[in-house]
């Protein structure tokens, strides 16, 4: 039998990144967290241990640090630089994905005013980017996870399968709870307004989860997707996945209660899990970027 090598990649992960800008109007944080992943000419490597071609992940790890030096901006041309860096400086490496966590921080008031240099975290999600660099073509996928969101009416599921092991009783009106992770593929790698786009695209995620009046999670994760599409022609595809974050009313009749729904147990686990996409009709392949 013979035996031959498979695709493979290698890389730093999670590389933990903070930068702080000192302006004179106060302080900004960027915090990252930069995992990369290289391909290319690296059959050497694993065949006979000859690493004369591969650029050590400590290497890779410094070259975030260096290249933060410079500034990081939008973490999708942050993720632009370094791919192509990767690829254009390292003639074994053909393929190269940045991948980047961006975690949210926010000036904290004092007296209703911005301090210079204290701040929170935010809990509005955790934005997100992955490039994908060939030597050619720049493929860009920019998304945000773990933004909770619920809506306290306006759901129903009923009308599914029920076989000898349901038990589960149909809902006209249910709490709706999902920790939304999106992503979102743009046409191309030109220069742009991340920001603005990533603003508009997560608004538009959050205004189809609030005024679908859901049947289903799935029918709300493809008003979802649609929605982004349809307020951003450079978008070519959305790809969802909603953890269905259940609330089940609490039976009160033993304490001599009633509940008119009101109150609710959060069960964490188990829990069902909807993933799916959205895409133009004419979107180009992905490349590979997600």
Do not use: C
Request: charge should be negative; avoid cysteine; proline fraction near 4%.
């Amino acid at each position: 039998m013979g035996i031959v090598l498979g695709d493979n990649q290698y890389g730093k992960a999670e590389v933990r990144l903070v930068r702080i800008d000192r302006g004179a109007a106060g302080h900004h944080i960027t915090d990252l967290n930069v995992s990369i992943a290289l391909s290319g000419d690296l059959a050497e490597t694993h065949l006979s241990g000859d690493n004369a071609k591969v650029l050590p992940t400590d290497s890779q790890k410094n070259t975030v640090y260096a290249f933060a030096r410079d500034g990081v901006g939008q973490i999708e041309d942050f993720a632009l630089r370094l791919a192509r860096h990767f690829v254009d400086s390292q003639p074994a490496i053909h393929r190269a994905r940045v991948a980047i966590e961006q975690y949210g921080w926010t000036r904290t008031l004092v007296d209703g005013q911005p301090a210079s240099h204290s701040f929170h975290r935010t809990g509005d999600g955790t934005r997100t980017t992955t490039v994908t660099y060939d030597g050619d073509t720049a493929w860009v996928v920019s998304g945000v996870t773990e933004l909770t969101v619920l809506n306290s009416t306006g759901s129903e599921f009923w009308g599914y399968v029920k076989d000898e092991y349901t038990t589960l009783p149909e809902a006209t009106d249910r709490i709706l709870a999902t920790a939304v992770d999106a992503r979102w593929r743009h046409r191309d790698a030109g220069e742009r307004d991340w920001a603005q786009s990533h603003r508009q695209a997560k608004a538009a995620l959050l205004a189809a989860f609030a005024d679908t009046h859901s049947f289903s999670l799935q029918q709300t994760l493809h008003a979802m997707g649609s929605r982004v599409l349809t307020g951003q022609p450079d978008v070519v595809e959305v790809r969802l996945a909603l953890p269905n974050k259940h609330h089940f009313l609490v039976d009160l009749s033993p304490f001599g209660l009633d509940n008119p729904g009101e109150v609710f147990f959060a069960a964490d686990r188990p829990y069902g899990l909807i993933e799916g996409s959205a895409l133009r009709e004419d979107a180009p392949p992905p490349g590979g970027a997600w």
